[in-house]
Structures are given as structure tokens and as C-alpha cells.
């Protein structure tokens, strides 16, 4: 008679974690003999695996950050129009018009706004840029006919700020580390429910409900050690017997550091705009959308996340890659946090040491 096996449950990833134990409960609770003699842990992993299915539900990926997104990039592209408006207009023959452009085209340079800015500055400066155009230079605008760029330029940028808002509100409210407590309270009463069923194995050997739950377990338990944690099964060539089973591999980052011109002595103090290294080991990074955007992010002690451009992140090997932290960041601590979705579930995964920008 073959008792159910243990795994490792910790080192599962949110999806994989999630998948097993909703199988897990379905196979429980189908069962008739289960469902009556062991009811006492049944309910309460029930009941426990509720709490992880709402706490992997807000730790996703704001919906939010796609609509942000959407509307930089619109917001960018006005601007550039614009801006290549009033250059063009440098050059012609109607001298009002000319002289115009020349007014408007020293106001784009006073500014300097670069559209690959950090959202909040970018949002800030195209404020007071717009709002200098509505009321400032509000004539030279009307005599370039640009009144209208100027007006969807606006609306653009105040769609960021509310947006950005909205997120931020959203992140608010989520319960820091409440993913990871609610992981280890399910395991803890899977471990319950299994240890009895174990129990009743022994005392009630010809069971046939007991004995095809535990058969049906330990397979799955066998799949999700070979396809999710990578173990192999290998064979003693003297005794035909399985040998252990290799440790897998934890998810985790195992360095931040900034890549030339840093501490040797204080590694987690980097300098913004520099070039960061980051290594870790068991994932790779990959994006919900398959590119890696939202991948990378910083997260500051409200537990808002500024995402690491995607075109700024290189170097991207199966343990390592390296971005340019963002130049114009509030100084201070933050926690390195990637959000990868490699093999198609999502795994978070954060530095253990806060980093410190300057």
C-alpha cells in the first residue's frame, strides 16, 4: 500500500500552487469517504485555498497598467507632433507666423520634456508646458492653427494622471504579503488533510476509496515534480530502485548591483541612470505579453511600482540580464521586484535586501 507522497509545495509558483491545490480539493471532495470521515480538515483547507484564490486575484497585474500604457504612447505622439509642427513652421514665408514658431519652438527647448521620462515627471512637465500654451502663448498657438493638438495633447495627459491615480489607489489597498500568508495557511492544512487520510490508510488498509485517492495523488504529485519543478527520476542500475530526487531550483534574485563605478563594500547602493545588474535563478524573464514590459519593477515603502522601461532592459541570459535604473527617481529605498510569466503562470519574486538609490 503506497501512503501519499510529500512535495515541496513552497516552491511552486502562484499558478502552479493555485492549479494544484484546486485539483487537490476537487479530488477530496468527489470523494465520498473523504468528504465524510475526514471532514474535520477538509473544511478548513477548504476554506483556507478561498483565501489564496481571492489573494491571487488583486496580486496580478493591474488592468490598469495596459490603459497607462495606452495613453503615454497617445500622449507622446501629440507631443512629437507638435513638436515637429512648430519646427516646420521655423522656415516660413508669412514672417507672423515664423515669428510664431520661433516663440513656440524656444518654449520646447526651455522644457527639454522627454518623452522616455519617468511617468510621474513626463505627466508633471507636459502640465505646466500645456498650461503655458493655453494661456501664455495661447496667440502664437491660434496663429500655427495648433489649438487643436494642444487641446488632445491635454486630454492625454490628464487620462495618465488619472490613471496613475486610480493605480495607485488600487495598489493601496492590496494586503502586503498576503499571497505569501495565505500559501503557507493552504499548505499547512493540505498537509493536515493528507497526514489523516495517511492515518486512515493504515488502520483501514482495504479501503478502496482511500487507496484510489492517495494512487490518483501521488501521480499527480509525480507530474508536478517532473514538469513544474523540473525533477527527473533516475534509476539505480544495482538495485532498480528510484535515486533522490535533486533539490529544485528556487525562484529567486540572487544579486542587484550596480554594473561600473559602484560600492564593492555597499553593492545595494546604485546610482540612477547607471547600468544595474540583476542575476537570479530558477525562471526567466518573460512578460504576460511574451515581451518585458512590466517585468521589472521598483517598489517603494507605499508599495507602488515604477516599471523598468522594456527598451532599457539587455543582456537577458537564463540567470542574468542588466537595465538603466531610472534616472529620476525619488532617492531612497526600494525593493527590486520581478514579475515573470514563464511557463505561463505568474511568479513574483523580490530581492530580500532593499536597494538604495541615489
Known sequence: MDFIEAIALDKLDNGAHYAYHANTLAQAKANATISEHCAKVLTPYDAAFLVEDEALKVSQKSFLTDAIAQNDNLRDTLYMSYKKMVAQMLGIAIPEMAEAAKILNQHIKDYRIDTRAQLDKETGLLKNF?????DKYAEQVEALSLTSVVAQLKTANDKVNELIQQRADEYAARTVGAMKQARLKVDEAYRNLMLVINAYMLMEDDNEDYIAFAKHQNEEIKRIKQQVLGQKPNTKPDEGG?????????????????????????????????????????????????????????????????????????????????????????EGQYKVRIETYDGGSPLVVEYPEPITLW
Open 242 to 330: 528510484d535515486e533522490p530526487e535533486p533539490e529544485p531550483v528556487t525562484p529567486e534574485i540572487t544579486a542587484v548591483y550596480q554594473k561600473e563605478g559602484g560600492d564593492p563594500e555597499n553593492p545595494n547602493r546604485i546610482e540612477r541612470g547607471k547600468q544595474t545588474g540583476v542575476e537570479y535563478q530558477g525562471f526567466t524573464l518573460k512578460g504576460q505579453d511574451g515581451t518585458l514590459e512590466h517585468v521589472i519593477g521598483l517598489v517603494n515603502d507605499q508599495d507602488y511600482i515604477e516599471w523598468i522601461k522594456a527598451a532599457t532592459i539587455s543582456n537577458v541570459t537564463e540567470t542574468s540580464c542588466e537595465f538603466t535604473m531610472v534616472p529620476d527617481l525619488t
Open 130 to 134: 500645456v498650461a503655458d500654451l493655453e
